[in-house]
């Protein structure tokens, strides 16, 4: 895994040294924005290959055992670019043969002394180069005594990193011993601490070879830190912070922003970095130029950063923006008319001559369009939703439908009590109950059936962002540029099993000595309250995009993540097998996240300036934190059971029985969810066949406490944290943090620019308020006589559209290095004929899935995902290739 410092601008054999990198208008713009720990030089010369055979030490007079150790180094442009005096030095340590020093690491104990054997020591010599893989070579005589090598330590002799993938022991009695390492191995000049590698076996802690016992404990220790000071690039260091890292008030007091995590706004921990306080805000850290801190091995791999996404997020972020925002010089600016909007995806929007002529074409090909040899064109892909009608945003029946079938499938709720009811306090609030009557509804089902009988057979259907908006509507309303409602949008699920929505109610407060004030909405047949229904739509959709982007996404699935990968590495030794069973799934998450930080939702940054809440959108995201987040509810049946969805039945599929039976989202992630759970129930089986084996395991006893009480501290004493006593209750954990990083996660971003990079469609903001809200003479009478120019000024403005609609074209991309869930199995997991066999039966069933995504999609009973103009439900189909796709489940979280 690497981080480049620079863009390539011909190819990556050009590697250009930048000054202020992320300056506006610079034309260079990195790929890696950390801060390099030393410097860097162009090399001209080659490779040299060398075989040097070492003896190691051996002070005993038993038979020895020729052993050989191969060791993959992966070639990165960071490890293998030209360091200037440090790539002499190197080369020469190559020439001699002292690349790498190894020890290897019996896994028993001296029977005579009681203590861990004397390690093997031999320097590994470059002996080949094959593509991106140089190969290295040690060899070692090891006595007969020494028994089973457990585990290998390393010393880099580099000035620099290198990034070892695996070592490979050779000429033992038995099998070959593997070691995957898959990690950056540090120059001991930057830290003498050596590096320690075990072996592909697992073993659970009571397990542990005497000879490993007291390596896997200091390792862990390593990982855990000490918890001071500032962390360096090289660190590996686990810890936990609050987030105190949105702001920027040394740079504008207006940027200060409040610690989430706390009682006051409660929210999950993440990295710490350690960076210094404020110096206006003791309680906020300090900004940083480039990527905060993550542990070495979490960033990203030289495939990510060149060839896909977040090589495109940062050209984004510091190229196409400010751009954009001089291209674009009035960020009010809203659009003109529907054909305006069209021209987004026709002719594009001219940016400013760039310094480096086509550099944002070559960096972003799907964006960039090149017209003339003069002028640099951002012109969007089509959506496939455009390609197959046009009008689709407009129709009430695809709104309906996309609550089950689009980017937020996590909105929907059964309506099971009736009158709807506020639970806030009515003298702040006003009344509790819900303007929509039951006359209202029972008058748009037209005599269908009554409210009683709807409620009895599960036929009402609701969005509710009411309560959890109201709190926050007079703040947001004193912010330039937005308004805020609380709202709900009922919906009616016809006999064909589609949604069709019948009543929207907004609501104001009481504030500025204004009373509370409540409108509804329905669809109608004159032309006045059809306008009107229109724009009560785009004030709810921009409420659920919010919803999608901030909760659905961000909260439940990145967020909350991250204090489960803080604790496995802290808690779990590399050995463990639940440690094993969780690392792919936690691949690039944590650098994803400090991206996110940096430049997505922190303070006026594409969230803030972009959507409904402003600068409240985090506020409102510990709210919902606060109030909303249990961890039983994360898995999907149980979530499903919560939102009135499903209930329990032993007879129906998945034990499940819908309410809505064509819930695509429902449908396709319940046979996942299957599929996931049997996988790791096998797994979990095998490692665990006897409850006391669990309750007797401190490592993953510490890992599940520390979680609860450390990284969701202001959740440990509220309910949903399920006990860790049995076999049992560790599958259900487990299979719960596997689907939100895996299914979860993939439904809620892939089809971001699927169904919002038209965004008519999902507007993240609504800018103006309705024009029946206390309006005046001349408000009302310009909505009569241009409707289309309201709904246009209620609209994102041209900067907010265009911002948004790029980072959704990044966001839904696939890196070409993707890694799927079920299609590659672990090096550790091949080591056991049962666990192989289990994760073979997992393959098979995700490659079925693949099939019954298929079949469903060309089923014309099911009208959720098949009929005219609508786009296939592929969100969760398992595979996929590279960009925007729409379909693909990785592994991970990992953009």
């Known amino acids: 895994m690497l981080k480049p410092q620079a863009c390539p601008f011909n190819s990556i054999k050009t590697i250009l040294p930048l000054k202020n990198p992320f300056l506006h208008g610079s034309a260079a713009l990195p790929f890696n924005p950390r801060r390099p720990s030393f410097n860097r030089a162009r090399n001209n010369g080659k490779l040299v290959f060398f075989t040097r055979n070492i003896k190691a030490i051996n002070t005993g007079t038993e038979k020895a055992v020729g052993v050989k150790a191969t060791v993959t180094v992966k070639q990165t442009v960071r490890s293998m670019a030209n360091l200037g005096l440090s790539r002499g030095l190197d080369d020469i340590q190559d020439l001699l043969g002292r690349t790498l020093l190894l020890e290897l690491v019996s896994a028993e104990l001296d029977p005579i002394t009681g203590r861990e054997k004397k390690t093997i020591k031999g320097y590994a010599g470059q002996v080949s180069k094959e593509s991106d893989d140089v190969k290295y070579e040690a060899k070692f005589e090891v006595p007969a005594g020494f028994g089973e090598v457990g585990a290998v330590i390393v010393e880099n002799e580099h000035h620099r990193e290198v990034y070892l993938q695996e070592i490979v022991l050779d000429d033992f009695h038995n099998a070959p011993v593997n070691v995957k390492c898959a990690s950056w191995v540090h120059s001991k000049f930057d830290n003498p601490q050596k590096r320690v590698f075990f072996t592909n076996k697992s073993y659970l802690p009571w397990e542990t070879p005497s000879g490993l016992k007291k390596l896997r404990e200091e390792e862990l220790k390593v990982l855990r830190g000490d918890g001071q000071g500032e962390r360096k690039l090289f660190d590996r260091v686990y810890d936990y912070d609050v987030y105190n890292d949105l702001g920027d008030p040394d740079n504008d007091l207006s940027k200060k922003r409040p610690v989430l995590g706390g009682e006051q706004f409660p929210y999950p921990r993440r990295c710490r970095t350690g960076r210094p306080m404020c110096d206006t ?126 980017c937020n499938p996590f909105g929907i709720q059964l309506v099971a009590e009736w009158p709807l009811r506020s639970k806030l306090d009515p003298q702040m609030y006003g009344p509790s109950e819900s303007a929509i009557t039951e006359e209202l509804i029972e008058k748009q089902i037209k005599g269908y059936m009554t409210i009683d009988e709807a409620i009895k057979q599960k036929k009402l259907f609701l969005l509710d962002y009411h309560d959890w908006f109201l709190p926050y509507v007079k703040k947001v309303r004193d912010v330039e540029g937005t308004t805020l409602y609380g709202s709900r949008t009922v919906f009616f699920l016809n006999p064909d099993d589609t949604l069709r929505p019948l009543a929207i109610e907004l609501t104001r407060p009481p504030m500025d000595g204004k009373p509370v004030w409540k409108s509804v909405y329905t669809p109608s047949w004159n032309s006045t309250d059809v306008w009107l229904w229109r724009l009560a739509k785009a004030h709810v959709l921009a409420h659920d995009s919010y919803h999608h982007q901030l909760v659905s996404h961000w909260l439940r699935t990145h967020c909350c993540t991250e204090p489960y990968i803080l604790a496995a590495n802290r808690q779990l030794s590399e050995m463990h097998p639940v440690y094993r069973l969780l690392h792919p799934h936690f691949r690039y998450t944590m650098e994803t996240n400090s991206l996110g930080r940096q430049f997505l939702i922190n303070a006026d940054g594409i969230i803030e300036s972009s959507f409904t809440p402003r600068k409240y959108a985090l506020e409102l995201n510990s709210l919902a934190y606060g109030q909303q987040w249990r961890f039983d509810h994360q898995g999907l049946p149980a979530d499903l059971i919560n939102r009135g969805i499903a209930v329990e039945d032993p007879s129906a599929p998945h034990g499940l029985r819908l309410a809505i039976k064509d819930y695509p989202f429902a449908n396709d992630g319940l046979i996942l969810w299957d599929a996931i759970k049997q996988w790791i129930s096998e797994y979990v089986n095998h490692y665990y066949p006897k409850s006391s084996f669990i309750e007797s395991d401190e490592e993953l006893q510490a890992w599940w406490k520390e979680i609860r009480t450390v990284g969701h501290f202001d959740k440990k004493d509220e309910l949903g944290w399920p006990d860790l006593r049995t076999p049992q209750d560790l599958i259900e954990i487990l299979t719960t943090m596997v689907w939100v990083c895996s299914g979860h996660h993939a439904s809620v971003n892939f089809g971001q620019y699927a169904y919002a990079g038209y965004f008519p469609n999902r507007p993240t903001i609504a800018r103006r308020k309705m024009p029946n809200e206390d309006p005046s003479e001349e408000e009302w009478r310009f909505f009569l006589e241009n409707p289309e120019a309201v709904l246009l000024e209620c609209f994102p403005s041209q900067i907010q559209a265009a911002k948004v609609m790029a980072v959704w074209d990044v966001l839904s991309s696939h890196s070409p290095d993707e890694e799927y869930i079920g299609a590659t199995i672990e090096p550790s997991w091949a080591e056991s004929p049962a666990i192989k066999a289990a994760f073979e039966r997992f393959n098979g069933k995700l490659k079925e899935l693949e099939r019954i995504v298929d079949q469903r999609n060309d089923d014309r009973n099911l009208k959720n995902r098949f009929g005219a103009g609508i786009v296939p439900y592929e969100f969760l189909k398992p595979f996929s290739e590279p960009g925007v796709t729409g379909k693909g489940v990785p592994n991970s979280i990992s953009i």
């Not at 987004?344 to 960096?363: A, H, T, W």
């Open 281 to 406: 805000d003791p309680f906020s850290e300090k900004r940083t130029s480039v990527l905060p801190y993550v542990p070495r091995d979490e960033v990203f791999s030289d495939v990510k950063l060149l060839t896909f996404s977040t090589n495109y997020l940062y050209c984004l972020l510091h190229g196409i923006i400010p751009s954009l925002e001089g291209a674009i010089d009035d960020a009010n600016r809203g659009f003109s008319s529907l054909t305006d909007i069209e021209l987004l995806f026709n002719e594009g929007i001219n940016l400013p001559p760039q310094e480096n002529k086509g550099f944002l074409k070559s960096v972003m090909p799907r964006l960039i369009k090149t017209i003339t040899d003069a002028d640099d064109v951002l012109r969007f892909e089509p959506p496939p939703t455009v390609h197959k009608d046009k009008l689709f945003w407009y129709r009430d029946e695809e709104f309906a439908r996309q609550t089950l079938a689009g």
